[in-house]
């Protein structure tokens, strides 16, 4: 579940920084925590309301840095860094695609968080420059998702499926309604100079603003090393046993 920082250096904001790092670490966590599961070392339903909870803790704060971060770059002249960022991100969405395709082709990810950043990075752009009205429009969304029906659209998996084969589960899946309502909103905690928050200097704050600025690496690598390590502590355990 990761963001590209989309701010240039010397616009740089470290409770960005901090706040989107709060979202990597807790996204570790919740993969760990995954691992562990899929391993027998914990015994739990992704589906319970806590997981449930704790997962859109970390798609909102992923999410709604997404629409901020769009905001903070307004001023940017250099659209070829955009266009360098919207790489970044297609080809890493298409790495993840191609690598669970190759590794665990009945549960690949087709459209997983990464995907759904990139579509919304591009969605939220024109409505950046009018922070009021994207999250308007984002509340709005929001608002209707969960007090209606109108944009849940059930059988839109069964649908496409008819024309592209797909599989019936997935690792990671995240439809556009309502996390787009979220993206929209973040525009406006640009507005209102959230980023110019101070926090202290302290070890830990450090830790968590690398982690922000350096969220993409470590998404498409942490997997990797979380899961090989419990693996590994598994096999051990197996072989000792």
């Given amino acids: 579940m990761p963001i590209i920082d989309n701010v240039s250096t010397k616009k740089r904001s470290a409770f960005l920084d901090v706040y989107r790092g709060t979202a990597v670490l807790l996204m570790i966590v919740f993969h760990f925590c995954w691992d562990l599961l899929n391993f027998g070392f914990m015994d739990y339903s992704i589906y319970d309301p806590f997981w449930v909870a704790f997962r859109s803790i970390i798609l909102t704060l992923f999410l709604s840095a997404v629409g901020w971060s769009a905001y903070l770059t307004l001023g940017s002249s250099k659209k070829r860094a955009w266009w360098q960022r919207d790489a970044k991100l297609f080809f890493s969405a298409v790495a993840i695609s191609l690598a669970t395709y190759l590794a665990i082709p009945e549960q690949w990810i087709y459209f997983g968080i990464l995907h759904f950043i990139f579509i919304a990075s591009l969605l939220v752009r024109p409505l950046a420059h009018k922070p009021i009205l994207s999250a308007l429009i984002g509340a709005s969304i929001l608002v209707i998702y969960h007090t209606s029906s109108w944009l849940h659209f059930p059988h839109a998996f069964t649908t496409i499926s008819q024309y592209i084969h797909l599989p019936q589960r997935t690792l ?26 101070p926090i202290p200097n302290h070890f830990f704050i450090r830790i968590m603003t690398f982690m922000g600025r350096h969220a993409l690496p470590i998404y498409l690598m942490h997997q990797v090393f979380l899961f090989t390590l419990v693996a590994s502590v598994k096999m051990v355990l197996t072989h000792f046993s």
């Fill in 172 to 197: 990671d899946i995240l439809f556009p309604f309502p996390w787009v309502g979220v993206v929209l909103i973040g525009p406006l905690l640009g507005y209102l100079n959230w980023h110019k928050c």
